[in-house]
Structures are given as C-alpha cells and as structure tokens.
C-alpha cells in the first residue's frame, strides 16, 4: 500500500533509531522509526484521537505500529513503510474533523481504502455531500464510485447503478431523491421494486395488497427512516409525495416531475425492465438499481438488468456506474465475502 501527497495538518517530527520489532520471530535487525505529530487545535485532536484514543486504536487494525497519545500529540513507532502509511491516514481523518465531521470506524476503513487506490486526498468526496434539510444531515460518498455516482444522478435523467450489496446504490440514490425534493427540483418521489424471494417461497401472507407487498419494500423503508423521521416521512406518504410500490404497480403510468428509483432490478424480467423505463415522464429523474450476481428470477427468464446494459449502451443521457468491493460500506467483512464468492464463480466457469 503506497500513499501520495496529501496535505498535513498538524507538525511533524521525526526521529530514527535502529533496534529490534518487538517481534520475537524477526531476527535481523531493522531499523524503527519514530514519528510525532502535534496539533494545534485541541479540539481537533480530541475528535481525531476518539474518545478514550478509540480512533488511534482501530487504526493498529491494519497497520503494524505503536501508538502514544499526550494531550495533543501523537507518537508513531514502526517500520518506517508502517508509520508513513498510518500518519497519511490520520492526516486525511484530520482533514475531515477540520470541515466538522464526526469521525467513526467506519470512517477509518474508508480512508484506508481509498487512500490506497487513489493519489486524491479525501477532500475530493467530501465536494458532493449531499445535504437533507429537514433532518438537516449530510450524506458524503465514501468512495470514488460513490462520488461518480452521484454527479451521474445530478447530471443525467437516467443514470443505472449495477454492483454488490452494500455499496450504497440504494441509499445514495435516496439521499438524492430526497434532496431533489426538498430543493423543490421534483414534486414527489416513487420507490418501486420486483416483488420476488430471495431464493425461498413465502407462501401466504394476510392482509390488504399493501400488507402483502410491504416485506418485499421493507429495504426501501429502512434507507428512507435513516434519513427523515418516521412521522414525516408518513405525512409526505399520506399527501402522496412519496409513494413506496411494488414494480406492477407502475404499469400503464406515465411519471411527470419525479424522481422515481427502481430497487433490486436484477429481478426485472426483460418486458418488466422496458415497462419501467418507459414511465420516464418530463422533469423526471429514474435510477435504477441492482446486482446481477444475486438474481432471483426462475431459471427460463432472462434479466431485465443484465439484457440493459447491451441495449442502451451509448445512448446520450443514460449513465451506467458499476461497483465493486471495494465501494462496500458495510463491515468490512462483507467485502472479504463478496471477494470470496467471485473467486468462488471464477473457479466455476473455469472447469
């Protein structure tokens, strides 16, 4: 892992002294380095180090160094690859604390991530935040895909989001439905997807039609609490500004002056996907979304999804952004698993 030219904010000292790693199965000698960063503003370094150096101790998770914290200063100890890896990260962390966000775990994993891929300081994501007035949160890409994803949003009527689960597709292209709404850009928001199990049968549900398709919407639900609080997100449902529905139910509409997101659309057969995209009415904005390795449909039924990507290639005014593991921004275990199950489907198709 290599990092590049990013801006420091606190003053460094370094030092160097050979010695042994306090690792009894290293037998050469090598040399350490010692590294020390202070901070002017104790504010800052107080939310950089986390409560109790929470912060400086997660950051020991992928980085072989020692660690001291005294008021506001900072001490490195490691091999010298280690401790410059590790104060780049704190440096873009000290970054973002500087704008006034709050850093968490979360936080450090991506940093980590994206510094290693990229010669950008993080400074570039946090230019496409993406602001919900009532609840009055910020919504920050956390990759460079994000980023990508969201100018595509703001620049294109259709834009189409193909990659794994938990890389923020959904959630991303809510916050965006949302901020268009309340910056009055659209006068509702639609939230659709295919009323299809995930690999097992349900058998009956009770209840009204609304009842029934509920289960299927639910993730929908969870990404639109996050960001605007239940009762207001009633009434705006109760007015009929947002409108949470099963993917037949857009059939024969056509959707003016809306920002309308179609979820989990590798389960759209081909008719369905054609159906869909043709409700585009003026003023609109449609992001699709989905993952083509996790397809549900029966095995005779091609996916409305995959067939897309051939067919509107090239087409002014649609934009595809695909994802991958390293845009997943759940635990970061999931990452390792997605990675897994491709090697597992690369074995597969070669035999």
Do not use: C, W
């Amino acid at each position: 892992m290599s990092f590049k030219g990013a801006p420091f904010y606190g003053i460094l000292q370094a030092e160097k002294r050979p010695g042994r790693l306090r690792k009894p199965y290293l037998e050469e000698k090598t040399e350490e380095e010692i590294l020390k960063l202070s901070f002017d503003d104790t504010h800052l370094a107080r939310n950089l180090f986390g409560p109790r150096e929470e912060n400086i101790k997660y950051l020991r998770k992928y980085f072989d160094v020692r660690t001291s914290v005294r008021g506001n200063h900072l001490t490195l100890v490691g091999r010298r690859k280690e401790v410059e890896n590790t104060s780049k990260v704190i440096n873009e962390l000290a970054g973002i604390v500087k704008k006034g966000f709050a850093i968490n775990p979360s936080d450090i994993d991506h940093a980590v991530r994206y510094i290693a891929h990229t010669d950008k300081g993080m400074e570039e994501l946090y230019k496409d935040q993406v602001y919900i007035p009532p609840s009055r949160k910020v919504i920050t890409p956390k990759t460079e895909n994000q980023k990508s994803y969201i100018e595509a949003i703001r620049k294109h009527d259709i834009v189409i989001g193909i990659g794994p689960a938990g890389t923020g597709k959904t959630y991303l292209a809510m916050a965006m439905a949302l901020s268009a709404y309340f910056n009055k850009e659209v006068s509702r928001i639609i939230l659709t997807r295919p009323a299809i199990e995930a690999g097992e049968k349900l058998g009956f549900l009770p209840g009204t039609m609304y009842d029934k398709v509920n289960p299927y919407l639910r993730p929908l639900y969870d990404a639109l609490y996050d960001m605007v609080d239940m009762d207001r997100a009633a009434r705006l449902m109760d007015k009929g500004v947002l409108e949470i529905a099963p993917l037949a139910f857009m059939r024969g509409r056509t959707l003016n002056d809306a920002f309308v997101i179609l979820d989990e659309a590798q389960n759209t057969a081909s008719e369905q996907m054609k159906m869909f995209l043709t409700r585009l009415g003026f003023s609109s904005k449609t992001v699709v979304t989905g993952d083509v390795t996790q397809i549900d449909l029966p095995e005779k039924r091609s996916s409305g999804l995959v067939e897309v990507q051939t067919i509107l290639r090239g087409i002014t005014g649609i934009r595809f952004v695909y994802f991958s593991e390293r845009d997943v921004v759940r635990h970061p275990l999931v990452q390792k698993i997605i990675k897994a199950y491709e090697k597992k489907g690369m074995a597969e198709e070669g035999k």
